[in-house]
């Protein structure tokens, strides 16, 4: 099996949950990766999301209830970001640009109503920062928005900085289902105990390395230790009516 043949089994293997993950690396020099974050940490303007404590973009799972906020901040967020990137080769056109060879298929930014959701988060895990348990599903959690009619609803990530101890990637071998809702912590994420007898592995955040997840699968990020911040760059996308790829974050 050749390498691209290799590549398109373990895409397919995603769509059809016979998989979790898959990493491709190597999508960004590491000479690039330090450019990029060099000009997001002179960027102040951090906010928070769910589960994590400094971020740059707008997430749509910040706003499941307030949509007309959600667009008006994405096209602030977007602007900003576009700009951040302005005199750099923009790390989300380079995953676009991976993840349309992988899959054969056109991938934009999508759109509702004429306006643009969201093209992605940054986000920046610092000493003592860790993600719950926890799963992503807009099919079932977005319901107000275009894209929870979007399937096959896969993540990608593209790390930026290794950070010096911890920050890993843990995914179990096991999907959510409603029955799981029962397990749901009040704030974010579900209870430990409802991956308990679930296989798991773990990915290292590697500079320039882009994972492709199947955010289905229960997932959760490990404690970073250390001065040394875990950065990375991360958008949803599915297949849209038309069978084209769009993306939101």
């Given at each position: 099996?050749?390498?691209?043949?290799?590549?398109?089994?373990?895409?397919?293997?995603?769509?059809?949950?016979?998989?979790?993950?898959?990493?491709?690396?190597?999508?960004?020099?590491?000479?690039?990766?330090?450019?990029?974050?060099?000009?997001?940490?002179?960027?102040?303007?951090?906010?928070?999301?769910?589960?994590?404590?400094?971020?740059?973009?707008?997430?749509?799972?910040?706003?499941?209830?307030?949509?007309?906020?959600?667009?008006?901040?994405?096209?602030?967020?977007?602007?900003?970001?576009?700009?951040?990137?302005?005199?750099?080769?923009?790390?989300?056109?380079?995953?676009?640009?991976?993840?349309?060879?992988?899959s054969g298929k056109q991938i934009?930014?999508?759109?509702?109503?004429?306006?643009?959701?969201?093209?992605?988060?940054?986000?920046?895990?610092?000493?003592g920062d860790s993600v719950h348990?926890?799963?992503?599903?807009?099919?079932?959690?977005?319901?107000?928005?275009?894209?929870?009619?979007?399937?096959?609803?896969?993540?990608?990530?593209?790390?930026?900085?290794?950070?010096?101890?911890?920050?890993?990637?843990?995914?179990?071998?096991?999907?959510?289902?409603?029955?799981?809702?029962?397990?749901?912590?009040?704030?974010?994420?579900?209870?430990?105990?409802?991956?308990?007898?679930?296989?798991?592995?773990?990915?290292?955040?590697?500079?320039?390395?882009?994972?492709?997840?199947?955010?289905?699968?229960?997932?959760?990020?490990?404690?970073?230790?250390?001065?040394?911040?875990?950065?990375?760059?991360?958008f949803f996308f599915a297949e849209?009516?038309?069978?084209?790829?769009?993306?939101?974050?």
């Amino acid at each position: 099996m050749s390498l691209i043949q290799y590549i398109n089994s373990g895409f397919e293997d995603l769509l059809c949950e016979k998989t979790s993950s898959m990493i491709i690396p190597n999508v960004l020099p590491k000479s690039d990766c330090v450019a990029i974050c060099e000009k997001i940490f002179s960027n102040s303007k951090t906010t928070s999301s769910p589960g994590i404590p400094s971020t740059i973009g707008t997430s749509l799972s910040s706003h499941i209830y307030e949509k007309s906020k959600y667009f008006s901040n994405s096209k602030m967020t977007n602007s900003l970001i576009q700009n951040l990137f302005s005199d750099l080769f923009s790390p989300i056109t380079k995953m676009h640009d991976v993840i349309s060879h992988i899959s054969g298929k056109q991938i934009f930014t999508a759109s509702e109503n004429g306006m643009s959701y969201s093209d992605c988060v940054i986000r920046i895990h610092k000493d003592g920062d860790s993600v719950h348990l926890h799963r992503d599903n807009s099919n079932f959690e977005m319901p107000d928005y275009d894209v929870s009619q979007c399937k096959n609803q896969l993540s990608a990530i593209l790390y930026l900085q290794t950070p010096q101890i911890g920050g890993e990637l843990t995914l179990f071998d096991k999907k959510w289902c409603k029955e799981d809702e029962c397990m749901r912590e009040p704030e974010f994420g579900y209870r430990s105990n409802v991956v308990a007898v679930a296989t798991k592995s773990s990915i290292v955040p590697v500079a320039g390395t882009m994972v492709l997840l199947n955010p289905k699968f229960y997932h959760k990020i490990e404690s970073v230790l250390g001065t040394k911040h875990r950065v990375s760059v991360g958008f949803f996308f599915a297949e849209d009516s038309r069978n084209n790829l769009c993306a939101w974050a």
